[in-house]
């Protein structure tokens, strides 16, 4: 699921491409007609467009039809209704070290901004299992990176998605070999 420029779903494509992650993409839902969309479509995906916060019921109508059993969040701005049998198989990656910088509202730049605000020495990004609130779900998998001195947040959003390229598909191997996240408090 995505709602921006696919970078997210096209290096997963490039790792299952690799063998590095073995998995297929049966569909992807798209929250409007975007570049990640069209991105998907010329690797030829199928792409249903969901405006809007989809329905618990429909989102599970749409994955029970294309026989999904993992729903990975590639950038995705919307609260996820997780649909019945869903609990535990939704994953998403957040551009910070959860818990902190996390919750409505703290994507994109604006995480970069509130890390180098804060004045935090490290930064990184978090692969979770999701819950009913954002940013709240068992841990999967940290990768950490540092926040330099005169970082702007376009540098550390350059180092953070680094991370990611890496996190991503090494937190859905092992999700799909078995692990079920960590518990952490909220």
């Not at 790792?15 to 069209?38: F, N, P, R, Y």
């Not at 467009?49 to 039809?65: F, H, K, T, V």
Request: charged share 25%; with cysteine.
């Amino acid at each position: 699921m995505l709602s921006g420029g696919g970078r997210t779903l096209l290096n997963l494509l490039k790792h299952i491409d690799a063998g590095t992650l073995h998995a297929t993409v049966a569909l992807v839902i798209a929250s409007s007609e975007c570049v990640g969309a069209q991105r998907a479509r010329e690797a030829g995906l199928q792409v249903v467009i969901e405006p809007g916060r989809i329905s618990r019921e429909r989102l599970g109508e749409l994955l029970r039809a294309h026989r999904v059993e993992w729903v990975v969040l590639a950038g995705y701005l919307k609260l996820v209704d997780i649909p019945a049998g869903f609990d535990g198989r939704v994953v998403n990656i957040h551009p910070a070290l959860l818990p902190k910088h996390g919750g409505p509202g703290m994507y994109g730049h604006r995480v970069h901004e509130a890390v180098i605000k804060a004045g935090d020495r490290e930064s990184g990004c978090t692969v979770h299992l999701c819950d009913s609130r954002y940013d709240t779900g068992p841990l999967v998998l940290q990768k950490r990176v540092p926040v330099l001195a005169g970082d702007t947040p376009d540098d550390l959003a350059k180092r953070v998605f680094e991370a990611e390229c890496e996190a991503y598909p090494e937190a859905l191997q092992k999700l799909l070999a078995g692990f079920q996240g960590e518990s952490r408090e909220h």
